[in-house]
């Protein structure tokens, strides 16, 4: 088959002839129809994280199965599906039930093992879903990882009706995925950034104000803050917080490191909510969303070939939602 390849991490990916997988007992294998890039297509190629070598990213994939193990039930040859990035070991699932992601043989797929830009993939038969008929494809592979992730952050945060949710960087898979969940909680949301465009999109997605993250202060007050961006707007997002608010974190664009003032985290009697990933039943709570009609926003579609220009619009920071890419032959 052919794939994007990553021969040294850190290295440069590689348009190439790699072996057709074939799946184990426990396993399926999928014809990939699209598939999506997160920010994992980039880290791999820092070292950070280091795959098992050689390696396939990307962790967003929908295609239809080709072949499927011995063990596996419930799918079948012919089946569309979408694929769930979260992996647990079935001890993990039956031990920590929601909090599987916990569990310390929990992996992201396409992180971890290779993934979806290829012709062919691989995955957990307990990883793959039916996809919403009445989604494109394009859409079922934007939605897995960034959703889920978002969708664990503000149940993590107890977001309700009417409360107001600030998500801090608007543009990522992952702030738009919690523009959209939190609006169908009922939330009222206010989202930052520095470029205006984006700011007058996430306007026209719903929400209610946007603010640009390079002002001195955000005059921004919120009961839950979605935070991914890290030391350069730790200290505006702790700053619009309600007294007792929350502030859910799930990473780190800007870097590792955040000074955190004590006095205000305890006088304002504020939670600090670390987040990643979701589980086998959130997912499973996103798919009925999806199928329900939740908005999914795709910045742009490109060709598989064409995964070059794609990473670096990624790596500009220019989208506004997922870029997708539609892969040839279906």
Known sequence: MQAWILDESPGQYRWGDIEDPTPAPDEVRIRVVASALNHMDLWVTRGMPKPPLPHIPGCDTAGIVDMVGAEVTGVQIGDEVVVNPGVSPVEDIVALGNNSPYGPG??????????????????????VRLRPQSRSWVECAAFPLAYVTALRMLNRARVSAGE?????????GVSTAALSIARHM????????????????????????????????????????VESVGPATWDNSMRALNPGGRLVVCGGTSGPQVNV???????KQYEIIGSSMGSYQEFDQLLTLVENGLPIAVDSVHALSDYSSALARLERGEQLGKIVLQHEGI
């Open 164 to 172: 107001t949710v600030l998500i801090v960087g608007i543009g990522s």
């Open 186 to 225: 009922g939330a009222n949301v206010i989202v930052t950034s520095r470029d205006e465009t984006k700011r007058s999109q996430a306007i026209e997605l719903g929400a209610m104000q946007a603010v640009d993250s390079a002002e001195a202060k955000w005059n921004v007050q919120a009961d839950v803050v």
């Open 261 to 267: 003032n004590l006095p205000r985290l305890f006088f």
């Open 106 to 127: 929990f992996m992201i797929w396409g992180e971890h093992c290779r993934g979806g830009h290829a012709t062919y993939a691989i995955v957990p038969g307990r990883n």
